[in-house]
């Protein structure tokens, strides 16, 4: 009798072991990182907003466009995986060839050349009109709105007693990380520098905006030369040039012209899928 009872609590815990790794446990982590890159997308949003004072005219465009945005994207992601089957089919096909060290043959580089073609032809007129609507929304902008877009820095926390949205254009803390670079020992630091150099620039760019470009190795460059010169200076040089180096090295992560790049900001922030939540939440029943 005591061994059935045994037996039949083995058998409990190994079905209970089987559905929590494979079937309803705990969700996984990727969902969760998910979520709070959402949230994070959300909060950055919502700190434009709550700047902006936007009227009722204004939230309506807004609205009516982010919308048609949004399922301008959701047509063109349709239409990417309706021939990703045969993108993928194709690909196969061409790496098949590469890896025999045979010649592409005409009709198969044709082929992908055709279904390449079309679907930046389909990203071009999306990436168009999502042009034309934040233009259209710009000019609908008070300049003093325009002003706090164009200044606008993507930020989680917003600075304590500020009212204009965003971070300050404020490099203290990238002058007290270099003051933590100048203090790790020589050989450490020689061991670490990759690693370091790559924290630097996934930082960086989590800071940037969602256009900015970045090219690997000339980052590497700039990045490391900043740090090699501040941990070459003596104390009293450091704090003096302390914040010119900070400056010096965000310099080239900044975008060059702002104003240029405003129909960008608006399409990336003010246009964004998160704004729709935001604005159906704040604006007035008609």
Excluded: W
Aim: net charge negative.
């Amino acid at each position: 009798m005591e061994k059935g009872k045994a037996l039949i609590l083995v058998i409990a815990m190994v079905c209970f072991f089987y559905a929590l790794f494979l079937g309803g446990g705990p969700k996984p982590a990727a969902d969760t990182l998910e979520r709070i890159e959402e949230l994070r997308r959300e909060i950055r949003v919502l700190n434009l907003v709550n700047g902006l004072d936007l009227t009722q005219e204004q939230m309506e465009m807004i609205l009516a466009s982010a919308g048609e945005i949004k399922q301008l994207r959701d047509q063109f992601k349709s239409a990417v995986l309706f021939r990703q089957e045969e993108m993928g089919a194709l690909l196969e096909e061409i790496k098949g060839y590469l890896k025999d060290k045979n010649e592409i043959p005409a009709s198969t580089a044709q082929k992908y050349h055709l279904l390449n073609g079309e679907i930046k032809e389909a990203r071009v007129k999306m990436e168009e009109r999502i042009r034309q609507l934040a233009k259209e929304v710009e000019e609908h902008l008070e300049s003093h709105q325009l002003y706090q877009i164009e200044q606008f820095i993507p930020c989680v926390i917003p600075p304590q007693g500020e009212t204009r949205i965003g971070k300050a254009n404020n490099n203290s803390g990238i002058a007290r990380s270099l003051g933590r670079i100048r203090r790790i020992p020589t050989r450490l630091y020689h061991l670490k520098k990759e690693e370091i150099f790559r924290r630097t620039l996934e930082g960086m760019k989590l800071h940037a905006t969602p256009d900015a470009e970045f090219n690997e190795e000339e980052a590497r460059q700039h990045i490391l030369s900043l740090y090699d010169e501040a941990r070459q200076l003596d104390d009293a040089d450091f704090e003096i040039q302390k914040e010119k180096l900070a400056e010096e090295l965000v310099s080239p992560f900044k975008p060059d012209h702002p104003p240029a790049r405003l129909d960008r900001k608006i399409s990336a922030f003010l246009l964004s899928p998160e704004i729709i939540t935001i604005l159906e939440e704040r604006k007035k029943p008609l």
